[in-house]
């Protein structure tokens, strides 16, 4: 059975379908990449499916329970996590609190637990000197803070959603080792991304969206080969 | 070490118990009234730390005190069993209310809340039961006006309300509130239900808030709807906040104390024209303290510590 199965979602706002029909299914322990031109629908099909829209039609399935019309806090519940595209660190509490944030509300665990549970994840995640405001922090602390606030809610699903942007090329190699790392452990993760290597250093798989609808999915090597990707991301030749 | 900030409190809270062994009458009534806006200035400020803020502080007080007054009158109660039916009423019109409009935010949310003073106004002043424009009078003060025992009833609420600001900034309502001020997406993203802790804080700093009304309708013996519901009861603890350095428990505290004083001083020197400097005060806050006092005495301590 699949975790998460969608089927024909479709999310519009106002006159334009941001996504259209998408039906798709991920399996367990899967990476999963989902690319596309900017305006392709990849932050909406995120957004729709950790609950921050709810669809307009269609249909989501997560472990085999329609969730479709949840709110956002219940897919957390659920075991749905995510990233953002741009940083979106808690300016009001620390590195460790806002690890702790999906501890506390994400499982409802106490404070000694969420705090507990936040080391250990920040060991994981090389995260070093917890205490520090986040004004102290760099972006690829900031970011790798962000999925570790995701792992904190102890899910079976993630979503990264460009967490590769702005970092060097280190920081890049570095960042794809830890979700490396996280997939290692059984956790099931969707990638949103733009830099072409990482999808093909990491995902089992690729779903492309143009204009809200599925262009087409297969294995990387399949799809960067495939001329409608290329010609999506690209133009046609005459364009050129 | 960790402990001498509880330690000094509770040295603090035992002199503030004995202080009507050495003091006047005057002076306990100046310190009672210090109390009353310390305590609204604090519980305010608990909301406020969600990016939520409340004009119906007043509305609240005056909800707190009719309850009071009409339990005592009518139905024969302790006054202090009516002090706590008025904050149980004021707790339970803001659930209410809360759950009714706490899907709205900022300004929205505060002229609603606003609204709910004026409409509570309007009906106590046409109701024959809560006396209509004339409000009602008690036949007798609290404790039979007894200043001591007024005093420490205003200590003991003021107390409870700094407890209870430090309970929200130690437990995980500390987390909720702060990340809901910050980022209400990432905020439900981690699983936080937004909604529900809005309306446990608004019904307790409510709560809060009728009981402050409650004691002060108790306390001078009488409910008017313009006293009860005055516009002082809102203007004035948010003053008290924005000097003293608001997401705090001490900055209100600070301004509370500081404010009834220079107000208490001001009166002598120029009646009425104390609101006048109110006003100057809060916008000197807002253009050059943003963090107010207590924000000051922060950053020089942060400096220190470094």
């Known amino acids: ?240 | 070490m960790k402990y001498w900030k509880y330690m000094i409190f509770a040295v603090c809270v035992l002199v503030a118990i004995s202080l009507p062994k050495f003091l006047g009458v005057y002076p306990l009534q100046m310190l009672n009234i210090i109390f009353i806006y310390m305590a609204l200035a604090v519980s305010w400020d608990m909301l406020l730390r969600s990016g939520q803020m409340s004009l119906g502080v007043a509305g609240f007080c005056g909800i707190g005190g009719y309850t009071t007054v009409l339990c005592t009158i009518n139905l024969g109660l302790n006054p202090l069993v009516s002090i706590l039916i008025g904050a149980l009423l004021a707790g339970l019109i803001a659930l209410l209310v809360g759950y009714a409009v706490l899907h709205l935010r900022l300004l929205y949310f505060a002229i609603v809340t606003l609204a709910v003073t004026e409409i509570f106004r309007i009906l106590v002043r046409n109701f024959d039961i809560t006396g209509g424009p004339e409000g009602i009078i008690l036949p007798n003060a609290i404790f039979k006006g007894d200043a001591a025992g007024t005093y420490w009833l205003m200590l003991a609420i003021a107390v409870f309300t700094i407890i209870l600001s430090w309970v929200f900034q130690k437990t995980r309502i500390h987390f909720a509130l702060t990340s809901t001020a910050n980022d209400e997406i990432v905020a439900a993203s981690s699983g936080l239900n937004i909604f529900k802790y809005l309306v446990i804080v608004f019904v307790i700093t409510s709560a809060i808030q009728g009981m402050v009304g409650g004691a002060y309708a108790q306390i001078y013996g009488f409910v008017t709807p313009e006293s009860s519901f005055s516009v002082n009861f809102v203007l004035l603890p948010v003053t008290m906040v924005l000097l003293g350095g608001s997401n705090s428990t001490w900055g209100p505290v600070i301004g509370a104390v500081l404010l009834s004083v220079i107000a208490e001083a001001l009166k002598l020197v120029i009646p009425y024209g104390h609101l006048l400097v109110y006003g100057i005060i809060m916008i000197v806050a807002i253009l050059w303290l943003p963090g107010g006092i207590y924000g000051i005495f922060k950053k020089i301590g942060a400096k220190a510590h470094n």
């Open chain 1, 1 to 240: 059975m699949a975790l998460l199965k969608t089927t024909n979602l479709t999310r519009q706002f106002g006159g334009l379908a941001a996504l259209s029909d998408v039906s798709m299914e991920i399996n367990e322990k899967e990476v999963v990449g989902v690319i596309g031109p900017n305006g392709a629908g990849k932050s909406t099909f995120t957004n729709v499916i950790a609950g921050l829209y709810l669809p307009t039609s269609g249909k989501i399935e997560f472990k085999g329970r329609d969730i479709s019309m949840t709110l956002a806090h219940e897919r957390c519940h659920l075991g749905i996590a995510r990233t953002f595209q741009l940083m979106r660190p808690l300016h009001g509490l620390n590195m460790l609190e806002n690890i702790m944030m999906g501890g506390l509300f994400g499982k409802g665990h106490s404070l000694k637990v969420a705090r507990n549970n936040a080391m250990e994840i920040c060991q994981f995640m090389a995260l070093e000197k917890v205490e520090r405001p986040i004004s102290a922090m760099t972006a690829l602390e900031i970011k790798k803070m962000e999925i570790a606030r995701a792992l904190a809610t102890e899910p079976s699903l993630l979503f990264l959603d460009e967490v590769m942007a702005g970092l060097n090329k280190d920081e890049t190699m570095e960042m794809i080792e830890t979700v490396r790392k996280i997939n290692g452990q059984g956790m099931t993760i969707i990638i949103i991304e733009h830099v072409m290597r990482v999808i093909r250093e990491l995902t089992h798989r690729v779903i492309v969206l143009e204009w809200g609808k599925v262009l087409c999915e297969g294995l990387y090597e399949d799809v960067s080969a495939d001329q409608r990707v290329i010609t999506a991301y690209l133009g046609e030749e005459s364009e050129c």
